[in-house]
């Protein structure tokens, strides 16, 4: 049988091809973790925040902006493919298994390094006051504040792949990949729990990678530790709070 071409497909199509699978299996995925994590007790020893300043209203609020992120987000796909303008394989037909990793290590390096940029770029005042407030109305974080963003926001943080895409084909199952390091990191960031033991801290690469409470002090505090998943972009621009490693460790204890 021949493929489908994607510009053979009606955009609405594609769209919701893009978007409802993404919006349920988000939304399952998130109520079920916020469910283990927030309305039991098996983790409270590891809670960051004590006491929580979570309530309905900002469950609501964060799950209307999760949609409007993922609409966004989901339309830059949509565009980019159905216009024909990039081609992506679906399958790694092609690619030896050491090229796929090192794609894969390079793609996540860039993900993050634009993260950390785009960040920085988001804190700026007039950004800020008008876009990235949005994600920082929540300062007890939990899984539904992963995608709780502007919906600008939501664009700006997903086009790093635009240029990728235009030089690269890059394989269907590698930014499938992508996007699920993508989420589980997020969702770790945003979760409110320490799950990472004490010894990773001093214990390199582990001591490397950010962590839950590393991302919760900057909702807690605004500004500083802007990096996602490493740690290595907020000590190169010396934007890493000098209380994090003491947090970390004090997991469980309440938060100045």
């Known amino acids: 049988m021949t493929p489908l071409n994607p510009q053979d497909v009606p955009v609405a199509l594609q769209f ?8 349920i299996g988000y939304f399952v995925f998130i109520g079920l ?43 830059l ?26 794609l894969w290590i ?27 407030s949005w994600h920082h109305r929540s300062i007890d974080v939990n899984p539904f504040t992963t995608y709780a ?26 930014l499938m990949s992508m996007q699920a390091v993508g989420l589980l990191n997020n969702l770790n960031a945003h979760l409110g729990y320490e799950l990472q033991p004490k010894f990773f801290i001093r214990i390199p690469p582990f001591s490397w990678l950010t962590s839950s409470t590393f991302h919760n002090q900057h909702h807690a505090h605004v500004t500083g530790n802007y990096g996602l998943m490493f740690r290595v972009w907020d000590k190169l621009f010396r934007t890493e709070r000098a209380d994090y490693e003491e947090r970390f460790l004090k997991r469980g204890e309440k938060a100045p």
Do not use: C
């Open 33 to 75: 973790v916020f469910l283990l994590f927030h309305r039991t007790q098996l983790f409270v020893t590891r809670r960051i925040q004590n006491p929580a300043r979570l309530d309905s209203a900002q469950l609501v609020r964060e799950t209307g902006y999760s949609l409007l992120t993922m609409l966004f987000a989901s339309s």
């Open 77 to 102: 796909p949509v565009l980019l493919l159905g216009s024909g303008a990039v081609k992506v394989r679906q399958t790694t037909d092609g690619w030896a298994t050491w090229e796929l990793v090192g």
């Open 106 to 132: 390079a793609l996540l390096i860039l993900n993050d390094a634009w993260f950390y940029a785009t960040h920085r770029l988001l804190h700026t005042e007039w950004l800020f006051k008008r876009v990235h």
């Open 16 to 23: 919701a091809a893009a978007f409802l699978p993404q919006a």
């Open 149 to 174: 963003f502007h919906p600008l926001e939501g664009f700006i943080l997903t086009a790093w792949v635009v240029p990728v895409l235009f030089l690269i084909p890059v394989p269907m199952p590698l």
